[in-house]
């Protein structure tokens, strides 16, 4: 007997919502996952994390893999253990990470050998070690072992690279082996070619996957081609599969891939952005270094009912900002983290009563808008 589950609850249109479940917990779809790049979502307790609304984070294999080690990581109990959530994580491979971050690559058949951006040290990612890694992290959700071509790059190498993720998808699978209770999500690779999108997605429906990622995408094409993708491969893949579309994204990147049929989302956009003095809001994005702030004793949004917006004026959140004090990170990741979780939610209840096209033409309008005119 199978210890996860995905169920579609409802759909609208190509969008569906429900729920993933699994042994540590119950993910509900669409979702968004906090990135926590090196065992902290940076600048957040993980309590505070859930608070927000989250039911599962991401962490970096890359990362983790390099600092603390996964073999040290497994002395100590693991992921969940070590960063204190108890709730489900899923980790990337480190394929894309080692092409964005490491130092003097060498990729063969077999996998790559690269230097750590770290220490200068030398190591070693396969399928079969990737595989090994997150099994050591204690990871809930796993990703295929793939490669991501530098880009720009022309069809033939994007093709060439796609053909030998899928070669490392199988090795995954295989390596992977059966671990009830964890699942393995397969990557769908091919640029912005129709072809080669199908091509992969057929090659990792005859692997079989308990998921189906959709990578390589949001890299700089722009989100028009990126939704040109959206249109056709979601469709390509299982429908009865969770799909899981990496590193997306912009909020309205988000709604625009949910009316196209993904269900799972990561990105640093709202953490990051929280370290930089800005905040995602239902009006956009507020700067809150711009001086218009700095006598606003309004809340950021006065609709949003996160502790940002309920105990703290624009004027104190421009004075930490500009101060540099830890606070400003604090209280704008946070805002920004609860936005990303409302807006899901409200995706979700919007599909489920059967009005997602007028969801979305809301949250157009209010963007459209703009940020509330200066005091
Ligand atoms: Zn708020």
């Known amino acids: 007997m199978s210890t996860t589950a995905f169920h579609i609850a409802a759909r609208d249109g190509r969008a569906r919502t429900g729920t993933l479940t699994l042994p540590r917990g119950e993910i509900r779809t669409p979702a968004f996952m906090p990135v926590g790049t090196a065992a902290t979502v940076k600048a957040m307790l993980p309590g505070s994390v859930r608070a927000t609304g989250a039911d599962i984070l991401l962490g970096n294999t890359y990362h983790l893999m390099l600092r ?110 059966d671990r009830p209770g964890h699942m393995l999500f397969g990557i769908v690779q091919g640029g912005v070619t129709r072809e080669l999108r199908e091509e992969s997605a057929a090659a990792l429906r005859g692997i079989g996957f308990d998921g189906y990622a959709i990578g390589g995408l949001a890299v700089g094409e722009g989100q028009e081609a990126m939704f040109g993708v959206l249109d056709y491969t979601p469709g390509a893949l ?36 929280g370290r930089t003095g800005q905040a995602l809001t239902r009006r956009g994005q507020v700067n809150l270094r711009n001086a218009r702030h700095a006598e606003d004793p309004r809340p950021l949004d006065p609709d949003c009912t996160c502790p940002t917006c309920t105990g703290y004026s624009r004027a104190y959140l421009h004075h930490v900002v500009k101060a540099g004090e830890i606070i400003a990170s604090m209280l704008l990741t946070w805002h920004n983290l609860h936005y990303y979780q409302e807006l899901m939610a409200g995706l979700r209840a919007a599909i489920a009563a059967g009005r997602l096209t007028e969801f979305a033409a809301a949250f157009d309008a209010e963007r459209l808008a703009g940020d509330l005119p200066p005091v």
């Open 68 to 177: 603390p080690g996964a073999e040290r990581m497994a002395r100590l109990g693991g992921l969940h253990r070590f960063m204190n959530w108890d709730r489900p994580i899923l980790t990337d491979s480190g394929g894309f990470q080692v092409m964005s971050l490491a130092d003097l690559r060498k990729l063969t058949e077999e996998g790559v050998t690269f230097k750590s951006h770290v220490d200068g040290s030398t190591h070693h990612l396969s399928p079969e070690r990737s595989m090994e890694i997150q099994r050591l992290l204690g990871s809930d959700i796993v990703m295929a072992f793939d490669e991501c071509p530098a880009l720009p790059a022309t069809e033939e190498a994007v093709a060439a690279s796609m053909r030998l993720s899928m070669r490392w998808a199988a090795r995954s699978r295989e390596a992977f082996g």
């Open 238 to 273: 299982p429908d009865d599969r969770p799909r899981y579309l990496m590193g997306v994204g912009k909020p309205d990147d988000i709604v625009g891939a949910v009316q196209r049929g993904v269900d799972m989302f990561d990105c640093v956009l709202p953490s990051r952005s």
